[in-house]
């Protein structure tokens, strides 16, 4: 993020709270809300968020127009998939056979149980 907004984001979410935390190695209260908040991502999720900040980026530079970084609940929303995306399809609900496959299926069981106890008599 630094890299991609510079001062507004280091002048925004500082890694520490003071040069005492800085010292004792304790990290800052907003540093921790976004290790919270982000810990659940994934790889990829976290990738599609930082290609979905770069393409804002672009736009709004496209448009003479300037960004800032998001808080972190626009980051959580930038990180999932769009609607209409291959990782945002519905699935068909999962339905049982029907009574004929079912009972096709147990007359097979029984055949090759009896196969199986063949063996040890």
Not at 22 to 28: C, K, Q
Not at 51 to 77: C, D, K, M, V
């Amino acid at each position: 993020m630094a890299q991609l907004y510079g001062h507004k984001w280091t002048s925004q979410r500082a890694l520490y709270d003071s040069e005492q935390g800085e010292r004792n190695g304790v990290y800052g209260e907003d540093f921790m809300l976004w290790a919270r908040k982000t810990q659940g991502l994934s790889d990829k999720d976290w990738a599609r968020g930082m290609e979905n900040i770069e393409h804002r980026n672009i736009e709004a530079a496209r448009r003479g127009e300037s960004s800032w970084p998001p808080n972190y609940a626009e980051f959580l929303g930038l990180c999932q998939p769009s609607p209409g995306s291959a990782a945002h399809n519905r699935f068909k609900p999962l339905a049982l056979p029907d009574d004929s496959a079912q009972e096709r299926a147990r007359r097979c069981g029984e055949s090759e149980l009896a196969k199986m106890r063949g063996l040890f008599q």
